[in-house]
């Protein structure tokens, strides 16, 4: 069974970067097919998928956070990094690693709420 764990900082000053990682156990992210993601959710809105790397390291992101986002991976630790540039109070949001394994749902981490303030 596939788990995901987000890590990185809680808090985050505006204008800064950004970054959180995802501990991928119980399956290997170079799988064929597999599909790593980010996705989130500020408070009292939706979902918003950012981005991914899929399983030979390509990468796509959301047309509106693209210029903004940079996702890659470690291999040796299995894990896959987001980093999201300048952000403001408004990238407030509980921040989800999803995997995907030929586009059917894999797993779904925790969560973690990062928050934007000064």
């Known amino acids: 069974q596939v788990q995901l764990q987000e890590s990185g900082p809680g808090l985050v000053k505006p204008s800064q970067t950004l970054s959180l990682t995802c501990t991928v156990s119980g399956g290997s992210i170079t799988t064929n097919y597999y599909y790593c993601n980010w996705i989130r959710q500020p408070p009292g809105k939706g979902l918003e998928w950012m981005g991914a790397i899929t399983y030979s390291g390509s990468t796509y992101y959301s047309p509106s956070l693209k210029s903004r986002t940079s996702i890659s991976r470690d291999t040796s630790k299995n894990q896959f990094t987001l980093q999201l540039s300048s952000v403001t109070p408004e990238d407030t949001a509980v921040y989800y690693c999803?995997?995907?394994?030929?586009?059917?749902?894999?797993?779904w981490g925790q969560g973690t709420l990062v928050t934007v303030s000064s």
């Open positions: 999803v995997t995907f394994r030929q586009n059917v749902l894999d797993a």
